[in-house]
């Protein structure tokens, strides 16, 4: 990237390096939220600087996000400090202090003075001495500290590179490759060149996000005032730290959905953003907005100016705090933007409705969305196109029925799933040496009083250890052994059951299922127990059916048995009708 000219010393580039001659004092006031970056934002600073410091040219730079400051006075240990009270850019301006820290501190050629950075709230906070206990702002900036040393071990990179585009001076001679803000200084007078200068900066010429172009417009459009400013970043501030909560977050997004920085999904809701569009798409509808020119979504909103849109983007954070907060559209939502329903979809059906009507309106869109029957659904198989919705709705409507449980989105969508079969295809016999040595080793968990299992278990374990040294086995050998282990612990005579029936299929977690391949129930009975213990998320009718919770004979006919029976699959079948049923209308 080139240089951009700018005449106006409060709205200019300004390199990295001019912040470090000992006079610049960073004021951290009261309003903000304190350091909050997590392991990915400080990654993601990092490998960008980096990758810059690489291949960057003569005269090329690398542009952060705006600091937007103002002169500010104040006290400290009887002395008066003439620095820069900081509205926005804390988070950067932080990290980067951590990393120059770090650079300094393994290098000889690079011993500027840096810049400090003052909390009104926690004075105490030293970057030099980090105590991680003393406050939440150390504790971030102690663990960005670790994420930033554990970076420099695990990857190999060039360290003079980086102390070149960060320490040196620019130099008119050599036109040296900087990294640079956006400095903006509020005044009370008129930054005449501002928007203009702004525009020209971040016109695909700057590597800034979305979000970040969208907020600097809103803070030009404060009318300059520090009062207006501040709301604004404090209002910013508050819906960005809600969507870093990952339970209100994955609530409303899928795992597909992964933009530059959480608050683009209001951006995008707002601008009806197509989902194969290109990542500024809605930048430019709020620049189009900006510069008074008509776009379609903002007529559809009623919107008229810039400062409509800011009051719009909050009620569209309220609305959608409201749906997470509601118990009822909290599950029934939730489920639809699961299964690919968009925010807008369900917006443009329930909005106008009164509270008491958006829950009966959800459960219509699912209705609609879903469509089977009684009997559809008893006749669903394991390629059923609808088999997955059926069992997650399953999950989830158990959830919304009882007072004390949510489902769990965010661990939900963490995962990928799988459709289980319950009792073993013991005709898909395991090819790979590797997923038979797991299969054996399991086997060692089944509790069997059946006889001729003591001595079979032997052949198994020799099995076992041989596929382990040799890797290899005789002809037939495991073919033999599964067909005997199925034989014993789920006789013929108790597998009538159709094993690609919806009454043998659940929802489990791709590795929790791959893991111990076609294994016997009473294997993934264990398995299921062992991680519902050590708190890994199993979907709750998932652990109900390997509790055999929904099996309604007494214990000794089948709670303690270990296969899945045609009656377990008929009382599993049984409970998703009594709770799906209502809500699908049949």
């Known amino acids: 990237m080139r240089e951009n000219t700018n005449e106006n010393p409060n709205f200019r580039l300004k390199a990295v390096a001019d912040f470090l001659d000992g006079k610049h004092h960073f004021y951290i006031p009261s309003y903000q939220r304190g350091y909050r970056w997590d392991r990915k934002q400080v990654e993601d600073l990092l490998k960008d600087i980096t990758d810059f410091s690489k291949k960057a040219k003569d005269g090329e730079f690398y542009c952060l996000q705006p600091v937007v400051v103002k002169e500010k006075q104040w006290e400290l240990n009887g002395n008066t400090i ?41 004075p105490e906070v030293d970057f030099d ?11 971030y900036a102690q663990h960005a500290k670790e994420i930033i040393d554990e970076w420099f071990n695990e990857n190999t990179i060039k360290k003079s590179k980086l102390e070149e585009v960060l320490f040196d001076p620019y130099k008119p001679e050599d036109k040296e490759p900087q990294v640079k803000f956006i400095w903006y200084v509020v005044e009370n007078a008129d930054n005449l060149n501002s928007i203009k200068v702004f525009n020209n900066l971040n016109k695909g010429k700057i590597r800034l996000t979305n979000a970040e172009l969208i907020k600097a417009l809103f803070i030009l459009n404060a009318k300059n005032t520090i009062s207006n400013i501040n709301e604004v970043v404090l209002e910013w501030n508050v819906i960005e730290s809600s969507l870093h909560d990952d339970e209100f977050w994955l609530f409303l997004a899928n795992k597909d959905y992964n933009p530059a920085t959480r608050i683009d999904l209001i951006f995008d809701f707002l601008t009806n953003k197509p989902l194969k569009s290109d990542d500024d798409f809605s930048y430019r509808k709020f620049q189009a907005l900006y510069d008074g020119e008509t776009e379609e979504c903002w007529g559809n909103w009623g919107v008229k100016n810039f400062a409509e849109a800011w009051e719009k983007v909050k009620t569209v954070y309220q609305l959608f705090l409201y749906w997470f907060e509601d118990n009822k559209l909290y599950h029934y939502i939730g489920f639809l933007l699961s299964i690919g329903i968009s925010h807008k979809e369900i917006y443009n059906k329930i909005h106008v409705l009164p509270k008491n009507k958006m829950e009966e309106e959800v459960k219509a869109i699912i209705r609609e969305k879903i469509r089977i029957s009684k009997t559809e659904l008893d006749e669903l198989t394991y390629s059923s196109d609808k088999i997955s919705s059926i069992l997650l709705l399953f999950n989830i409507e158990t959830g919304a029925k009882s007072n004390s449980y949510r489902f769990p989105f965010d661990l939900y969508k963490k995962e990928n799933w799988d459709i289980e079969h319950i009792a073993s295809q013991t005709d898909n016999k395991l090819q790979k040496t590797g997923d038979k040595i797991v299969w054996l080793t399991y086997l060692k968990q089944v509790v069997c009083h059946e006889e001729g299992w003591t001595e079979l278990l032997a052949k198994a374990m020799q099995l076992l250890e041989k596929l382990n040294k040799e890797g290899k086995e005789a002809e037939g050998e495991f073919s033999r052994i599964y067909e005997e282990v199925f034989a014993i612990i789920e006789p013929e005579d108790e597998q009538s059951i159709n094993k690609d029936s919806i009454v043998n299929l659940a929802l489990l977690d791709a590795g929790t299922n791959r893991s111990y391949g076609n294994a016997p ?13 050590s708190g890994g998320f199993i979907p709750p009718c998932t652990r109900n059916v390997f509790l055999k919770y929904y099996t309604t004979e007494s214990e000794n006919a089948s709670q303690w048995k270990n296969a899945w029976k045609e009656n377990d699959g008929n009382a599993y079948l049984e409970a998703i009708h009594a709770t799906i049923d209502d809500l699908l209308n049949n």
């Open 129 to 139: 001495n980090l105590h991680p206990l003393n406050d939440i702002d150390s504790y």
């Open 521 to 533: 129930f009473q294997t993934k009975r264990q398995r299921i127990i062992e991680k519902d213990k």
């Open 82 to 122: 003439n620095g820069w009270e900081v509205i926005d850019g804390q988070q950067r301006l932080t990290t980067l202090l951590l990393l120059l820290k770090y650079l300094q501190s393994k290098s000889c050629d690079c011993k500027k003075p840096l810049y400090d950075l003052y909390y009104e709230t926690r």
